[in-house]
């Protein structure tokens, strides 16, 4: 089972469940899932805290630490972004201190700013991998020309995105046949389309926390889970879970992709594991995919937001 395909993300850790977070990342270290993606502002840098102390007690060739930076966080939530080139060794220095680490080895830019060249951003990264205190660059939630203007400053190491059976966008949009043209690996986010395709949601509902509870407006219930339902069938007939089912018609269908896992529950991540041994047939990802055609779900999908000078300038 090739678990390389499988990161961790850290975003939902902090001290609150340390214990149990750290518990999370050394099953994954332990079972070869090496990639844990975490950012200098989740849970306002606790996150961070609570990967540098679980990684303390591994050795450093043991895994693969990725690093966002860059969205301006306060006790009421993000409220800007500062993608300044001049601002982001402080931002990477202050990573590292929480991380306990002497460089991240992939730094990311979480979101960019039209007033800041993308070609300025990646130039100020590759200093620092120049000075050993990045090893990788990344980028998240771009386009493809931003992409490939960023790739001739310097290799882009991967690639981050919003992808699911909701949110196909990525295949349409050329995100990933810039990746492929440019030999970046995808990293997708939000397989779970943000919590709704989960056997958890036929039980209880449409998701209530998260980005879920944001997306997904409660007079789209009964169609919504109608659709669940329907996937659920397919899920029984090929052996797993509706999560591991969404899993894995997207790293089947992309065998190149990367799938990121957002957890601080170790029996959680174990579960999604299980979807690297799920085997969809071509008549059931005919099936899957026209059960989610365009119009069957309502919502679902992250706005795009534009920043201008640190400011959000545009959401559609």
Known sequence: METKRIALGCMGMNRG?????????????????TLLNTGEFYCNGESEMVVG???????????????????LPSARGLYGLDMNPFNIRAHLTYSLSRLGLDYVDLYQPCRMDQIYPVEDVVGEISRLVDEGLVRN????????????RANAVHPIYMFEKSYSLIDRS??????????????????AYGLLAHGLLTDRTLEKGLPTSGVGAFIYRPEDADRNIAVVKEFKKIADEVGC????????????????????????????????????????????????????????????????????????????
């Open 170 to 187: 990525i295949e349409t949009d050329g995100d990933l046949d810039m990746c492929k043209k440019l030999g970046i690996p995808f990293l």
């Open 241 to 316: 879970s509706v999560s591991n089912l969404a899993m894995a018609w997207a790293l089947q269908k992309n065998p190149d992709m990367l799938a990121l896992i957002g957890t601080t529950s170790s029996e959680h991540l174990l579960d999604a594991l299980k979807a690297l041994e799920v085997r969809i047939s071509g008549e059931q990802m005919s099936r899957i995919e026209n059960l989610f055609s365009d119009g069957k779900i309502r919502g679902g999908r992250l706005l795009k937001i534009t920043y201008i000078d640190g400011r959000v300038a545009k959401m559609e």
């Open 137 to 148: 660059i990344g980028l998240t939630e771009t386009d493809p020309e931003t992409l490939r």
């Open 53 to 71: 102390e679980a990684l303390s007690h591994h050795n450093r060739d043991d895994y693969f630490i990725s690093v966002k930076f860059g969205a």
């Open 17 to 33: 469940n340390k214990a149990q977070s750290i518990r999370t990342i050394d099953t994954a270290i332990a079972n070869g899932v």
